[in-house]
C-alpha cells in the first residue's frame, strides 16, 4: 500500500551527540527529583543482567511483554510523554519505565557499553518541518550515541512504516553491520496493530554496532 505523505529528513540534523538539541535539558538530571530518576535508572542498569532499552514505547505493551518473556534480562523503557509512563501498569522487578528525552538520557545517563538491544518501534517523522530537525529521533548525533551506549556486539532495531524514514535511518546506520533482527516479543506495538489492521508496509531493520563508534 502507498504512504499517504512524502517525508524527507532535515537539511540540517545535528552530528555532534554532545551537542544535540535535547541536551538543553540534560541539566535537569543533575539536580532535584530528575537527578534521582537518573540515579534511580544508573541503579537499575548496575544490576548484573543484560540490558535492552526501548525508545518511545508509549502504551507499553512490548516492553512489558519482553521484561515477562525474559525475566533474566532488564527492559529499559524512555518515553517522552509524562502521561504514557504514568499510565503504566505495575511493572515486574526487571523492567524500569522512565520519562526522560532518549537523547538526553543516552547522552548523559546509560552507561557506555551497557546495553545489548536497543529497540526503536515506529519513531515519531515529525511532519512540522520547522521543528523536524531538532525533534526528529535519528540524526547523525542519535546514531552515535546510541553506539556509545551498546555493548560491543549490540544492535539496534528499527521499525517504521514510513521508507524515507528507513532509508534516511539506513544511511545514517551505513558504518553499522546489518544483522538478524532480535527476539522481538509475543506483543505488537500500537502502531504495528495499526499497520497490521489497514495493510501498511512496515520497515524493519537491525543493525550492529561498528567496533569503535
Ligand atoms: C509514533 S509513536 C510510536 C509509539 C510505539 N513505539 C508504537 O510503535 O506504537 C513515537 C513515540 O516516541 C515517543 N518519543 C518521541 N520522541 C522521543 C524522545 N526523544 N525520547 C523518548 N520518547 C520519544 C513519543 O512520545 C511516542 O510515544
Not at 551506549?149 to 553499522?176: N, Q, V
Not at 516479543?185 to 501498511?200: K, M, N, P, T, Y
Request: hydrophobic share 40%; with cysteine; proline share 10%.
Amino acid at each position: 500500500m502507498s504512504e499517504p505523505r512524502s517525508w524527507s529528513p532535515p537539511a540540517h540534523p545535528p552530528t555532534d551527540p554532545d551537542r544535540i538539541p535535547a541536551l538543553n535539558g540534560s541539566h535537569l538530571f543533575a539536580a532535584g527529583r530528575h537527578a534521582s530518576e537518573a540515579e534511580g535508572v544508573r541503579a537499575f542498569l548496575s544490576i548484573t543482567a543484560p540490558a535492552s532499552l526501548e525508545i518511545g514505547f508509549d502504551h507499553g505493551m512490548c516492553l512489558l511483554d519482553r521484561a515477562r518473556l525474559w525475566p533474566e534480562t532488564l527492559q529499559l523503557g524512555i518515553e517522552i510523554r509524562e502521561a504514557r509512563v504514568a499510565a503504566l501498569p505495575s511493572l515486574p522487578s526487571n523492567c524500569r519505565a522512565w520519562r526522560a528525552d532518549a537523547r538526553a538520557a543516552l547522552a548523559t545517563v546509560i552507561p557506555p557499553g551497557r546495553i545489548s538491544t536497543i529497540y526503536v518501534l515506529f519513531p515519531d517523522p515529525i511532519w512540522n518541518d520547522t521543528v523536524r530537525a531538532r525533534r526528529l529521533l535519528f540524526s547523525p548525533a542519535f546514531v552515535a550515541l546510541c553506539a556509545r551506549a551498546l555493548t560491543p556486539t549490540g544492535c539496534l532495531h528499527l521499525a517504521t512504516d514510513i521508507k524515507a524514514y528507513f532509508e534516511w535511518a539506513g544511511r545514517l546506520l551505513s558504518a553499522w553491520q546489518p544483522t538478524a533482527l532480535p527476539e522481538l516479543g509475543r506483543e505488537l506495538s500500537r502502531r504495528e496493530r495499526v499497520c497490521s489492521r489497514d495493510g501498511i508496509n512496515i520497515h524493519r531493520g537491525t543493525w550492529q554496532r561498528p567496533a569503535c563508534p
